[in-house]
């Protein structure tokens, strides 16, 4: 029967529309389907997917991109403009082709862009600009590429971007200023014997 499971092939189910006979996890799923699957293989509605998009953009004007011949096992990302093999793509089994929208490089971007914009406020354009007033390097050591935005954890302020390294060490000194510089005159052979001068409260050496 059209749509049906195919007698003696429980694996097997007809497309309704090319007629073919291929295994269920060609087609997506259905829950309101007796045999949970659309009636219609995930190509076949892809196909008529891209035609009806292809109709509605040409009643409304707009430019319609050419038709790109794509080989079995690729699908064309409408972001970046590839072709790409499925091994590029996440699974999303409630799309018709059982695939992202996005391919995983473009989705790994807008990753990016999003945490930037939720977590510091930039974007990757203001991200570069601030890289490219360091002049390419860490603003801390002055010799390592810089890939991490460091801002105030108080005000939300961002300072600049640092390498992995100085970011880290940033961290460690929890942002203290007064142990940085403390820090700074130890390395520099500087010993601090602090002065007791309050109940918790110590005194650099003059």
Aim: with cysteine.
């Amino acid at each position: 029967m059209a749509g049906g499971v195919v007698a003696g092939e429980p694996d097997a189910k007809r497309c309704r529309k090319c007629k073919r006979e291929l295994p269920r996890a060609a087609f997506a799923r259905d829950k309101n389907r007796r045999d949970g699957l659309q009636v219609d293989c995930r190509e076949c509605v892809a196909e008529y997917s891209a035609a009806h998009y292809r109709r509605r953009r040409e009643a409304l004007g707009k430019s319609v991109r050419e038709k790109v011949e794509i080989p079995e096992g690729y699908k064309l990302c409408r972001t970046c403009g590839e072709v790409k093999p499925h091994s590029e793509w996440h699974r999303n089994a409630t799309a018709s082709d059982g695939l992202s929208t996005r391919c995983k490089a473009c989705r790994a971007i807008q990753g990016r862009q999003g945490h930037l914009k939720r977590q510091y406020g930039i974007t990757e354009a203001e991200r570069d600009e601030l890289i490219a007033s360091q002049a390419g390097v860490c603003c801390i050591c002055l010799a390592t590429v810089p890939e991490h935005v460091d801002h105030c954890h108080e005000t939300g302020r961002v300072r600049g971007v640092l390498c992995f390294s100085c970011n880290a060490a940033l961290g460690q000194f929890k942002d203290r200023p007064d142990a940085i510089r403390r820090a700074a005159a130890y390395v520099e052979g500087i010993a601090w014997k602090p002065t007791l001068v309050a109940p918790g409260v110590y005194q650099l050496p003059s």
